[in-house]
């Protein structure tokens, strides 16, 4: 069985369907959903439609939740505040209401998921260090967690042993007595100095872990915010994937 993991589409509908096109030609199986659909950019309503419609398993984002009314957006950045704002007043009653009933964890075949961490979901805490990570394994069961939030992708691997280390490259084969904090990226902001959107898959018959990166047109994204009035820095951060 094949699962991709996407996470952070933040209302980008260019990346979301260049992401969901690759979903089709890998063959994927199941599409989990790790939070933010919306945000920041310009069509909160089709990606989250799309989210919808094709994740088996999704869990709320805060961007999700300030857009729908859930949590204050207080603690964000002045654009995306602005953004969100935007976002909220261009989401339609059906996708709101998905949003709000969206739940902050779930675990299917031994996989979590999560928007900011498994220790404290509902308080949004990156996980920016290893020690961030290593905290976090005690909260989760089964041998994944995967997350979003800090849009950098990062595999940390906790050995039998309880040693804990970031795993280095896009692909790894996935070892039976370890577990794994996986974060994939985002599909419509990444800020890892990459543009592509970014997604993870596990192929669970070859025990292998991947991090997909997909090309899109970010030109026409940038456009479509600019022409709209959304916060020039978020279109702007886009072409350059920071
Ligand atoms: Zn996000």
Redesign the pocket.
């Known amino acids: 069985m094949k699962i991709a993991i996407i996470?952070?589409i933040?209302s980008n509908l260019e990346a979301m369907e260049a992401v969901a096109e690759e979903l089709v030609n890998l063959s994927v199986d199941e599409v989990y959903f790790a939070?933010?659909a919306v945000?920041y950019g310009a069509d909160p309503d089709p990606c989250t439609h799309w989210v919808a419609e094709n994740a088996d398993l999704a869990v709320a984002?805060?961007?999700d939740f300030a857009a729908v009314g859930i949590i204050e957006s207080d603690s964000f950045n002045l654009y995306a505040r602005e953004a969100i704002r935007w976002n909220a007043e261009h989401l339609g009653e059906e996708e709101a209401r998905y949003l709000s009933d969206l739940p902050l964890t779930e675990t299917r075949n031994g996989i979590t998921i999560v928007h900011a961490n498994p220790s404290l979901p509902e308080e949004w805490g990156y996980i920016f260090t290893l020690w961030d990570a290593e905290m976090n394994f005690p909260y989760f069961e089964g041998e994944f967690c995967f997350v979003?939030?800090s849009?950098q992708p990062v595999v940390v691997r906790m050995d039998s042993d309880g040693a804990v280390s970031i795993v280095p490259g896009d692909s790894l084969h996935l070892e039976e007595d370890s577990r794994y904090l996986i974060n994939v990226g985002?599909v419509g902001?990444p800020r890892d100095g990459n543009p592509a959107a970014c997604f993870g898959l596990i192929d669970m018959e070859k025990s292998e872990f991947s991090l997909i990166r997909v090309t899109y047109d970010v030109g026409k994204t940038h456009e479509k915010m600019s022409e709209l009035g959304l916060p020039q820095p978020l279109a702007d951060r886009l072409l350059e994937g920071k």
């Open positions: 996470s952070d933040h939070g933010d945000g984002g805060n961007h979003g939030h849009h985002s902001q």
